[in-house]
Each structure stands twice: as C-alpha cells, then as structure tokens.
C-alpha cells in the first residue's frame, strides 16, 4: 500500500462522486480537526448541496451509504449539519501498523518515476567568514536532498562555492596593499597569509571598495586576471581558495552536511565561451552600457521589488532589468557563472531538476538566470528549476541575529555557544564530558528549529528555547529515541504482533499514519516542516502512552510483545524521520 491514506480514502470518495453523477471535483477530504472524534472528514456535501439545490444532510446520508464498502477500514458516522466523518479500524490501524513493522519505508508514497535532480545549496564564498546568515541554506539543502534521495531520485548535491566573483580581486589587491603578497610579484617575502589574515583582510576590502574609486577599480581588473588565468594572480586566488575551502568543509563537516561535488562557480568557466556563443547565434544578447546582456522581462510584467521581509506586502516595479552575460570590462558576473553551469550540468548529468537552496533576497537573479537559460535553450523546456528561497534567521528582536555589540556571529561561534547548551542539559542528566554527543544534540536543535518553519518565511532563533528537552524541539524528539532505546535494552525479549488495545496505542498509530504521509507532502512542496510536525506529534503520542502504559511490568506476554513492537516501530520512525531532516539520533541522552 504506497500510498497516502488520505489520498486513499479521497480516491474512494472521488469514486463514489462519479458513481452517484455527480461532479469528481467538488469532492474533498482532510485530516480532522477534532482527532478525538474522528480521523479525516469530508465536508464536500454542502457546496454539492448548494450547487443542486438539494438537501444537504441527504446528500451526505448517500454519499456516506456509498462508502460502506469501507467498513472494514473505517467507521463511517454523518453528523449535522452535513459532516461525514472517518474513523479508522482498529483492525486496519494494526494491519498498517504490522506492516510498517516489517518495513515502514515501503508505506511510504513515492513518484511514480523517479528522477534526477541537482541539488544547489551551501554556496558560501571563498575569501569570506561563514557566519549565521550561511546557516540556512546548507540545513535545508541536505534535508531535501535526503527527502530526495528517499523518494528514489538520484540527487546530485552541489556546493557551489562563490569563487569567481569581485570578492577575490578585493582580497588580493587589499593583500598586496598591506604586503603579503610581495613573494608573488617577484619583490622579496611572501607574508603568511592564515584563515584570520583573510578574516581581516576581506572586510577592510569591502569597506575600502565604497570609498575608494580606484581600489574598487583594481580589484575589478584583478577580478578580470583572476579569471583569464593571469599570474601571478590566478596562483594566488588558488592559495587563498584551497585556505578558505578547508576551513568551508570544516564548517559544513561539523553541521553533517555531506556535498557530492565540490564545484564553486569557476568550474563552469570552461563554459561560459559556450553559453554567450549560444546567445550570440540566437541572436537574443546586446550590448548595453558596454556589457552583454540578455532582455528576459515578458509583457506587461511587473517585477517584484526587493521585500525587507518575507512578510511584508510584495511591491512591484517596471520593467525587469536584463540579465548581464558580460560586464563592462568583460568579466563574468555571478548570472554568467549561474547560466554556466546550467550548460555544465546539462551536459555532465542531464538532471531532471535543478534545486536552488538560496536566500529570498536573490529571487529577481533566479528568474533571470532561470529565463535567459530557457530563452538559450541552455535548459531543455522540460527541465525543471527551481528556486526554494528562505526568510532570515532572527534575534528575538525580530531583526537580523547579531551579537549584542551588533555584529554578525561566526558560524562555528554559533554551533559553540548551542553546543555548550547542549552540554549544560546532558550534564543535569548525569552525562558530562561527550563532546561528540552535545554536538549531535546542538546540531540536530539548531536543524529542527529551523526547518520546523515555513522555510519562506523569517523565524527567530531562540537558542534556550531550540535546545530545550521539552516542546516541539530536536532534542525532545531525539530524547524520545534514546529513552525508546533504554527501555528496549532493558526488556531483553523481542517484540511480536501489534494490536490496537487502548486509545493510547491507537494515538501512536494514526500519528504515524500522518508522518509517513508527510514525506510526499513535503517532497511536493520543498519543504520540511510538515514532516517536523509529523514526528513531533507522534514523539509526544508516545509520551502520552509511555506515562500511561506499563510496558515492563506487563503481566500478559501477547500484550507485552505488541508494547515492544510499538515502541521499536516509533524509535525506526523517529531515526527515518531525524535522519531525512539530517539530524543524528543518539543512542543515550
Ligand atoms: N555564493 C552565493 C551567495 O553567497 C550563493 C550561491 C547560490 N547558488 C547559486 N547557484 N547561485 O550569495
């Protein structure tokens, strides 16, 4: 049975719609609001009731009457005004449960073809810190590319490192100012140049650029010789990135973010000559204000104008500037390496789809990329690309997080200071001095606050309320696992048949129903926080079992294997679940 239930049961009303003349699409079905009633409802007698003018209690009595045919999988009831509610059996809940027993990966819906997809996320920029504001990115990527990988897609991750850009030729020219890079010019001594020279030296740059005119200039031209392979230039943007990218896989490392392919946006420029060629013969590029430039807006269209929050109301401006193939000085820009490596990718893997794991500030970019590679035909018509943009990560003042002195934290500071929360809690729990276990605690409460929000929108980071045993948080779901964990060990006999035999074990049941439908959800929708929900509410339907139910001391040893097994099916679907979120389930706490 790989489908969801309540797709399930929404083809059996569909059915019974056509069966009775009526038309398929005014039926529905959801999840009930009211769980302690019923499991899913259908309201769909009363727009069908209006439409024909008919009765709508009527319509539902025969509609309900139709469906009888389930009795062995629901219980069917019609309440006034109209409402048709389904209840599952307990015989069907225990045949699902069973089944997930033996294997839940195989309850759980797929697409029907799988397909390949690339995976665009991480992208942080070579010569620059990593701070909070890079966190997103890689926790949603490897997420769905996980999700991807379980719905049988072959998913290619890319971390697309931004290597190409004006940032290289700040930090070279603002080095050679401060003579580190004499060596290099053939003038005497290298200096050494450490990840703290680079910390120091890229800001001072970027500052320096607003000021001054011709620093701001020579790091364009250095931009330039970087790009044409110029020495001695192109040897030092090669240090400087081999430094950097070290300490970049040491961040995703820590964060449990695994990249297939470690390109950044040069390994396209074997490309770019191919890419502007193709827009040159299509005579679709121009020349504008000296650069090369692809017109992408369409008719009558509006073009959104940066929001300063998700939230805020969209406001719109005209006309949708161009996408720029070529500078001025004939340098590649950042949509030049993006249309780049569309043609790479197509020509290595021919994915199916291209996912794009970046900020919502860079939309207008990604319609402008998305369009000039179709106008190219750089991206087959069927090519799927997509652009999944996240909101900021805020401070409990709703603005952007930053330190109290109002500077942007550091990456690793931040995985420092919720780790050490998380040592803080193990130590109240008599667990002191495992590192490695107060990181997969901080990681995985840094990982399930974020994706537990509807990635479009800002969240804020709470870092007492993320890392908290208790609540919808990551380590509560995890604790939940390792106290599964403990309780198993201690029973020293294997599980057997699961029966539905109180409302507790019922409860656990029908939550695990809703997760293991929440993974095609969240695979439609690109996005990971139905799923969170899912397996926050069946961790909290096993507390409610595990703080009624004696499992240990159960005297009826039929009843005492259905405990067990229940138990090890909610800590297989608790680590199925964590692990697609990226999080590691500890085996104690
Ligand atoms: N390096 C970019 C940035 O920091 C993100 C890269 C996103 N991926 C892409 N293919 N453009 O803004």
């Known amino acids: 049975m790989k489908l969801v239930v309540k797709d399930y049961l929404f083809e059996k009303i569909e059915h019974v719609f056509e069966k009775l003349g009526f038309d398929k699409n005014d039926a529905g079905v959801s999840y009930s609001g009211r769980p302690e009633v019923c499991d899913f409802q259908c309201n769909s007698a009363f727009g069908l009731a209006k439409k024909l003018g008919k009765n709508p209690m009527e319509l539902a009595n025969m509609i309900a009457k139709e469906l009888e045919v389930l ?3 629901f219980e069917i009831s019609v309440l006034p005004p109209a409402f048709i509610n389904f209840k599952m059996t307990d015989k069907f809940l225990s045949k699902i449960a069973n089944l997930a027993l033996d294997n839940q990966k195989n309850l759980i ?24 504001g890079h966190l997103r990115s890689p926790i949603i990527g490897e997420a769905l590319c996980r999700l991807n990988r379980l719905m049988g897609n072959t998913a290619i991750s890319d971390v697309h490192l931004g290597d190409w850009g004006l940032q290289m030729g700040l930090t070279i020219a603002q080095l050679e100012d401060d003579g580190y890079l004499d060596g290099y010019f053939g003038k005497g001594k290298n200096k050494e140049i450490t990840l703290d020279t680079l910390n120091e030296e890229y800001p001072k ?125 004939d340098a590649d820009g950042y949509a030049t390496t993006d249309i780049a490596t569309i043609l790479m990718r197509n020509e290595h893997d021919a994915p199916d789809k291209i996912v794009y794991v970046v900020d919502f500030r860079q939309s207008m970019h990604f319609i402008q990329v998305f369009r000039a590679s179709k106008l190219a035909g750089i991206s087959p018509k069927e090519q799927e690309l997509v652009h999944v943009s996240y909101g900021t990560m805020n401070g ?41 276990l107060a990181l997969q605690i901080g990681v995985g409460a840094m990982k399930y606050g974020d994706l537990s929000n509807i990635a479009s929108k800002d969240y804020v980071f709470d870092i007492d309320r993320f890392s908290s045993f208790e609540g919808k948080t990551g380590p509560y779901i995890q604790y939940t696992a390792a106290r599964i ?7 020293g006999t294997s599980g057997g048949e699961i029966v539905i035999d109180s ?34 509410n069946l961790a909290s339907s096993f507390s409610l079992f595990y703080n ?42």
């Open 71 to 73: 009795s062995d999988e």
């Open 109 to 132: 819906k797929t697409p029907e073809k799988p397909i390949k997809v690339v995976l665009d996320y991480g992208g942080a920029n070579v010569a620059k810190e990593l701070h909070v």
């Open 205 to 329: 740059a970027s500052k320096r650029k607003k000021e001054d005119d011709a620093f701001h200039k020579k790091a364009e031209d250095y931009t330039l010789k970087v790009q044409r392979k110029i020495e001695p230039y192109y040897s030092i943007y090669q240090d400087i990135r081999e430094l950097s990218v070290k300490r970049i896989a040491a961040n995703y490392e820590t964060l449990g973010c695994h990249f297939d392919l470690w390109y950044g946006e040069s390994t396209a420029d074997p490309y770019v000559e191919k890419a502007i060629q193709i827009f040159k013969d299509k005579n679709i590029a121009r020349i504008s204000d000296g650069a090369l430039v692809v017109d992408v807006a369409v008719e009558g269209e509006n073009i959104p104008i940066e929001k300063k929050t998700p939230d805020e109301p969209q406001r719109y401006k005209n006309p949708m500037p161009p996408a720029i193939l070529k500078k001025h000085n």
């Open 396 to 436: 409990k003042d709703g603005k952007a997080f930053k330190t109290r002195s109002g500077e942007t934290i550091k990456l690793e500071d931040i995985i420092n200071l919720i780790t050490s929360k998380a040592e803080e809690k193990l130590k109240a729990n008599g667990i002191e001095g495992n590192k490695k």
């Open 485 to 491: 964990n403990s309780l198993l060990e201690k029973a």
């Open 503 to 536: 409302p507790e074990t019922r409860n656990i049941i029908v939550n695990l129903i809703k997760l293991l439908d929440s993974y095609y959800v969240c695979y439609q929708e690109n996005s990971l926080n139905a799923l969170c929900l899912a397996v926050y």
């Open 548 to 589: 009624n139910i004696r499992v240990l001391t159960e005297k009826d040893e039929k009843k005492k294997k259905s405990y067990l097994s229940l138990c090890a099916l909610v800590k297989d679907a608790i680590v199925l679940a964590l692990d697609t979120l990226g999080i590691e389930t500890p085996n104690r706490m």
